[in-house]
């Protein structure tokens, strides 16, 4: 499993509540812990946590699947997530799955819980809807990132005309759910043709670790390219509006210097920049 792509959730002030939240539900542990970034170990996978303010909310055109193994397991989730949450799907036995359910949690964050065969040993794996204008290109979207990223496939993709569950009116080509992998990350998708009142935003971003300014700048270019567009500070918005943080593993070093002066110039170069450019930052680091 590949721990140097993983998803990051904004928040506006309340990252370590939800943090000290999800270990709990998960059993899992904060990594790192500061006002603004946190992350935490879910299951041998990294999730980070954004405090950075009102601007974005989270939503379900994003999720988060939990292949669960045993029925006591959803079950154990179910009830904590469900605190203070809104059920989107009841905790039920569909056609796809004897345990099932879909919820947002106080926090408003999406997660299906499911039983079921995992796909590999990831356990926690992120969903994205397209819809609207996007609604039948999860099938393009998932060529485009294969294509992008090394050691990526396309795994089972199911299409709403292979008659699983009752989803009469969705459009038979489109895909209901498909299973994809980006360098060894897994991810699943569908298309969606519901009104939904929300859709790709900031609120959740994959955040993928670069090992040098070749890796950055193909990352970059594939993803901005054809409709895509360049944010700040290795932020960018992909044809389909989802957004990548494409951050270089130097970036990171160099702001965790001992030396706080040199830190904070490494980290005033970077918010002067769109794609993070290493060869600057250590002239910042240097200077």
């Not at 946190?38 to 954004?50: E, R």
């Not at 203070?84 to 796809?96: E, F, H, T």
């Not at 209901?176 to 998708?189: L, T």
Request: glycine share 8%; proline share 4%.
């Amino acid at each position: 499993m590949n721990n140097d792509i993983f998803p990051c959730l904004w928040y506006d002030g309340d990252g370590k509540e939800s943090a000290e939240f999800y270990c709990n539900v998960f059993n899992g542990a904060i990594t790192a812990d500061t006002p603004v970034v946190l992350n935490i170990d879910l299951f041998g996978q990294k999730l980070m946590l954004l405090n950075g303010g009102p601007q974005f909310e989270k939503n379900a055109s994003v999720s988060f699947m939990v292949m669960c193994e045993t029925e006591d397991e959803v079950q154990k989730y179910w009830e904590q997530l469900e605190q203070g949450g809104i059920v989107l799907m009841p905790l039920d036995s569909y056609p796809w799955s004897k345990k099932y359910g879909w919820v947002r949690d106080k926090f408003g964050v999406t997660w299906q819980l499911y039983l079921g065969e995992k796909e590999n040993e990831q356990k926690i794996i992120p969903t994205l809807m397209f819809l609207h204008q996007n609604n039948g290109k999860a099938m393009e979207a998932m060529e485009l990132y294969t294509r992008v990223f090394p050691n990526s496939k396309i795994g089972k993709v199911l299409k709403y005309g292979d008659g699983v569950g009752d989803e009469s009116h969705e459009v038979p080509e489109n895909v209901q759910h498909a299973h994809f992998e980006i360098d060894g990350y897994s991810m699943f998708c569908m298309d969606n043709s519901y009104d939904h009142k929300f859709d790709f935003n900031e609120g959740i971003s994959m955040v993928v670790m670069t090992n040098d300014q070749e890796q950055t700048d193909h990352l970059w270019n594939s993803l901005t390219s054809d409709g895509g567009r360049e944010s700040m500070c290795g932020w960018l918005k992909d044809k389909f509006g989802f957004s990548w943080q494409i951050v270089p593993k130097k970036l990171i070093q160099l702001m965790n210097d001992p030396d706080p002066e040199k830190a904070q110039q490494v980290v005033q170069a970077m918010m002067k920049m769109q794609k993070i450019i290493i060869k600057d930052l250590e002239e910042a680091y240097h200077s």
